[in-house]
């Protein structure tokens, strides 16, 4: 069977549903070709060095993995120079960094989390990279980018993905048109479309949480988790199985794949009131994939796309997946 190329088909969005801005597409071409390079220096494990920990500790007070600043920097310098955009974010950096003056400057803006689930590195477990692309907001035209350019709730992304370095290296792409899959040939160094059109399946027996915070959570989540245990014979009337890989990338690939639902809910923790992951190098890249696919994503309020962020590296409760699931988990927040 012959796959369509990621290029097809991102030209093909270009040209015939104007999906994609030539700009956008370019972008994400480099994107893709910065995540062949950390799939490669992933693989390479411990003969590549590149195990362990640095010791340092990034903005969010995590300790760095050598491959977390490694993957950084790989993807800072892929998408320096290619001309579309004004200013890059990542989870690994304090503060944005602006395209240098030597190279031309374009009209969006990069968000990403080099390595997602890094502390599966070590043990060799699935780990990936992920990304969101906006656009420079109009009236940042003609002077310097600044963070609060980056503001913008996840309704503004123009695409969004993720790559994983699982038994397969694979990239999911939205570019607002459905959500597609492409698998990494590794001799022929393409990404050949393989899932078309993927979407998450409405009903699910299957959750993702990590059950060791459970004496932290709110009454809503507790309740849910709680019938869930209780199967057939509870009020959900279903035997769940539970699955957690600690690998955010990892968890929505197998949601998207087969469904489920994914918590990582705010808590009562000090370092838990806002949620853990973030909302603009997770939450939001995976809402938008996961609502293309058919899915929902709240934080248990409202809807994490609408989120109006307030902060470069704010955190937020999130919950996505299965839509059936996850509107009830919602609407327990609501009663409570
Ligand atoms: P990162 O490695 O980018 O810091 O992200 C890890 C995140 C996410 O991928 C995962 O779902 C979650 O942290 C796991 O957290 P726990 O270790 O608390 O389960
Ligand atoms: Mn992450
Ligand atoms: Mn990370």
């Known amino acids: 069977m012959k796959h369509k190329t990621l290029t097809q ?27 062949k390079a950390i799939s490669t220096t992933v693989s390479k494990g411990a003969l590549g060095g590149v195990l362990g920990s640095l010791g340092t500790e990034n903005v969010q007070g995590e300790i760095q993995k050598k491959l ?54 070590d043990v ?8 969101s692309v906006l656009q420079v907001p109009a ?18 992304q123009v695409a ?41 399946p409405e009903q699910t027996a299957e959750f993702a949480i990590n059950m060791s915070n ?3 959570w709110e009454a809503p989540v507790r309740r849910y988790i709680e019938e869930c245990l209780q199967g057939e014979a509870g009020p959900l009337e279903k035997n769940y199985n539970m699955r957690w890989i600690a690998s955010m990338v990892a968890d ?10 994914f918590m990582y809910p705010r808590d009562a923790r000090p370092t838990g009131q806002k949620g853990k992951l973030r909302l603009m190098y997770e939450a939001n890249p995976m809402s938008f994939l996961i609502e293309q696919a058919g899915g929902r994503a709240t934080d248990g309020h409202g809807r994490i796309l609408d989120i109006q962020p307030q902060a470069l590296h704010e955190r937020t409760g999130v919950i996505l997946g299965s839509k059936e699931e996850v509107d009830r988990l919602h609407s327990y927040h ?3």
């Not at 602006?98 to 590195?121: E, T």
């Not at 600044?146 to 503001?151: K, Q, S, Y």
């Open 334 to 336: 609501q009663d409570a």
């Open 139 to 156: 009236e940042a035209a003609g002077r310097e980018i600044t963070e609060a350019d980056f503001l913008q709730p996840g309704t503004r």
């Open 9 to 35: 088909y991102l030209v093909e969005q270009q040209r015939q549903h104007q999906s994609v801005s030539a700009d956008v597409r370019l972008l994400i071409e480099t994107v893709s070709r910065a995540c």
């Open 214 to 216: 459970m004496r932290h």
């Open 252 to 261: 929505v690939h197998r949601i998207l794949t087969r469904g489920g639902i």
């Open 160 to 200: 969004a993905g993720y790559a994983i370095y699982g038994p397969q290296t694979m990239l999911v792409l939205t570019v607002g048109a459905g959500v597609m899959g492409f698998t990494l040939d590794h001799e022929m160094g393409s990404w050949l479309m393989t899932h078309e059109n993927i979407r998450v």
């Open 124 to 131: 060799n477990v699935s780990i990936g990279t992920i990304f």
């Open 68 to 121: 977390d600043v490694l993957t950084n920097e790989i993807l800072l310098e892929a998408n320096e120079w290619g001309g579309s955009l004004a200013a890059m974010a990542s989870e690994e950096m304090e503060t944005i960094h602006r395209i240098p003056n030597d190279y031309p400057k374009g009209q969006n803006l990069l968000l990403f989390d080099p390595l997602d689930g890094s502390s599966n590195v």
